[in-house]
Every structure is written in structure tokens, then in C-alpha cells.
């Protein structure tokens, strides 16, 4: 085991994210040194460094950490801080193909990568080409961050013992958000009030990778018994489908100016929210024909955004969703109460549990 990074208290979150973004930052520069000596374009881990830099509260590093801790680690290893930022480069990975395939312009306030890249590329070339060239760069980007996800992991200095246990969580995770995001994909643009899909979509593609998969790497990485797992199981996956269903609120009725996103891309893109399904499942005919009309429409106007909300709003949909957050957001709690966790990671899961389910951003 590596040294401790500092001799800071068990709960202090701010020093795990400036750890976690120093590590980022300083091998994002000797990867960028490599591509210059080897006359590679600089463009690559600059956007990349750009993308990591533009936002983000790094959530899976410090549920990673906060899991090596409810195990009993002490301290703050730097193997331990490597192993949880290399969750923020494969997050990194996800985000910028997610942006291509949902074609957006923005991400956390800012052009994301693919749209960059095109405007990086445009002199002498046409918009589509331009485009075009940036979907392409940005794919390559992500697999470059998904590459170099494994590579931090690899070189972090975790013991044997360590690699064995967390190998496997690791493979299960990313099996699982590729699973979550093919079901998003498949079930764009084509909504139905299919309930039982949007919440297996909720499942795979955020509360398993958002919140269980990142404990359980922190917690094996300090030797967790399997009972301890199955604990913070019961604790995240309510917690994490709790997530993602504020995410489907904001992502209609956010503010963009605090989430970072335009509040008309789910709508345009037609996405299988929970949101919009138990809207038009409690539709009237006349509600549900309408809507079907406005989702999925990339041209969607302010005006028809502010018609499929008021359907959405008429329908109780939104209420509902509100009500299945604090189900949820109860069982995570009643979970927690339960679990064997030594007092600061229980506090620290507690506070996560009330940011993500009270937040506006």
C-alpha cells in the first residue's frame, strides 16, 4: 500500500476532489508530453483535459473513497484516490459518447466534446463535414479515456489481493451502464407509457453505476466482507434509481442556466423517462396524442416544450415521479439506519442521499 496523500479527516470531501483532479491533471500532462514527443496532435488530451476541468462533483470517486472507509480503510492512500479517479476517467469515456449519440450541444455549461472538435475542424470544410469529423474525433476521445481508465487503474500500486477483488465489480459495472445506455438508446424516440422499461433503464444505467458499483470498488479495495456489500446494495440502488428520476425532472423542468443542459433536449430527443411514460399512461387520449406529437421532434420550439410540460404537469406525471423520489430516497435511508457502518460513513451516505435527491442542478 502507497503512502498517505495527507492527514486529513475521514469526511473531508473537497481534499478527495482536489486529489482526485490533481492525479487526473498531472497524467493527463505526461500524456500530453508523450503526444508531442511523438508528434501527436496536442488537440486530444487537451479537450479531454478540458471536458474533466469544465465541471462535474466528481460523485463516483467520493462514493469510491467513502466505500474504502466504510470497510474499515484508514487514511487516504494514494492508490486508493488513483483506483477512484480512474472511475471519473471511465465516467468521462461515457459522457462524451453519450453526447454523440444524443447529439447535444452543451454539457455541464459548456460545448461538449464532439461539438468542439467541430469547431475546431471547420476551417475549409463544410458544417455537416465539420460535424460529422467532430462525432467521429469525439468517439476516438472516449476511447482514449476509456483506455486510459484502466490504465490508472493498473499503475495505482493496489495490491494483488486488491486487483483480484475489484477486477470483477469493475467489469460488472461497465458491463451494466453499457447495458442501461443500450436500452436508453433503443427506446429513444419511440415513447410508450412502458413504466417497467424506464425504470430498468433507471436501474442499469444510474443507480448500479452511480452509486452501487463505485461503493462496492471502495469497499473491496479495503477487504469488505460480502455482508457489507450486499449493505450498501440495499442502501444505493434505491438511492441511485432516486437519482436518476430527479435527473428526469430537472431534464424537463431544470433551470439550464443551473443544470448545464438545455431543459428541451430530453423532450427533442424523445427519451424513455419514467417521467414520460407515467404521463402517457395517465393521459387521455386526446393528452397522449399530443405529446407523441412533440417528443422526439429535434426541432422542438420553446412554445411546444412549454405545450408537452403542461401535458406532463396535467397528467400528475411530474407529482408521481416526486412521490416514487422519496419512496425511494426512504428506503435508502431505512437501509443506512441498518447497515454496519462506524458513524462518519454513515453521515457521509446520509448527506450524499439528501444532495442527490434534493438537488436543482
Not at 461539438?115 to 463535414?129: C, F, K, N, P, W
Not at 487503474?153 to 477486477?167: I, Y
Request: charged share 20%; glycine share 8%; aromatic share 4%.
Amino acid at each position: 500500500m502507497t503512502t498517505t496523500t495527507a492527514p486529513a479527516a475521514p469526511g473531508d470531501q473537497d481534499l478527495v476532489r482536489t486529489e482526485v483532479d490533481g492525479i487526473l491533471d498531472r497524467f493527463l500532462t505526461v500524456k500530453a508530453r508523450t503526444a508531442a514527443s511523438q508528434r501527436m496532435p496536442a488537440e486530444v488530451t487537451a479537450v479531454l483535459r478540458g471536458f474533466l476541468a469544465a465541471g462535474g462533483k466528481r460523485v463516483r470517486p467520493l462514493l469510491c473513497v467513502t466505500g474504502w472507509r466504510a470497510a474499515g480503510g484508514r487514511g487516504l492512500p494514494r492508490a486508493v484516490v488513483q483506483a477512484a479517479a480512474s472511475l471519473e476517467m471511465f465516467h468521462a469515456f461515457c459522457l462524451v459518447h453519450d453526447d454523440v449519440m444524443d447529439q447535444s450541444d452543451t454539457r455541464r455549461g459548456h460545448p461538449t466534446v464532439h461539438r468542439t472538435l467541430a469547431s475546431h475542424h471547420i476551417h475549409g470544410r463544410t458544417g455537416v463535414a465539420a460535424d460529422q469529423l467532430g462525432n467521429s474525433a469525439a468517439v476516438l476521445v472516449g476511447d482514449l479515456a476509456l483506455a486510459w481508465s484502466d490504465e490508472l487503474l493498473h499503475t495505482a500500486g493496489l495490491s494483488n489481493r486488491q486487483l483480484t477483488d475489484v477486477l470483477p465489480l469493475l467489469d460488472a459495472m461497465r458491463t451494466e451502464v453499457m447495458y442501461g445506455q443500450y436500452l436508453d438508446v433503443t427506446a429513444t424516440g419511440t415513447p410508450t407509457d412502458d413504466v417497467e422499461q424506464a425504470l430498468a433503464i433507471c436501474h442499469y444505467k444510474t443507480a448500479k453505476y452511480t452509486v452501487e458499483r463505485p461503493l462496492h470498488i471502495g469497499a473491496a479495495l479495503a477487504g469488505a466482507e460480502e455482508s457489507l456489500l450486499d449493505s450498501l446494495s440495499a442502501y444505493a440502488i434505491p438511492l441511485g434509481e432516486a437519482f436518476q428520476l430527479r435527473d428526469d425532472l430537472l431534464g424537463v423542468f431544470g433551470d439550464p442556466a443551473r443544470t448545464g443542459k438545455p431543459a428541451l433536449d430530453d423532450l427533442r430527443e424523445g427519451k424513455a423517462t419514467v417521467l414520460v411514460t407515467l404521463a402517457l399512461r395517465h393521459a387521455t387520449r386526446t393528452q397522449a396524442d399530443q405529446l407523441r406529437s412533440l417528443l422526439g421532434h429535434g426541432d422542438l420550439t420553446e412554445d411546444q416544450a412549454a405545450t408537452a410540460r403542461n401535458i406532463i404537469t396535467a397528467t400528475g406525471a411530474d407529482q408521481r415521479v416526486e412521490h416514487l423520489i422519496n419512496e425511494r430516497y426512504g428506503q435508502a435511508l431505512r437501509h443506512l439506519r441498518a447497515a454496519p457502518l462506524e458513524a462518519t460513513s454513515a453521515r457521509l451516505l446520509r448527506e450524499f442521499a439528501d444532495s442527490a435527491v434534493r438537488r436543482t442542478t
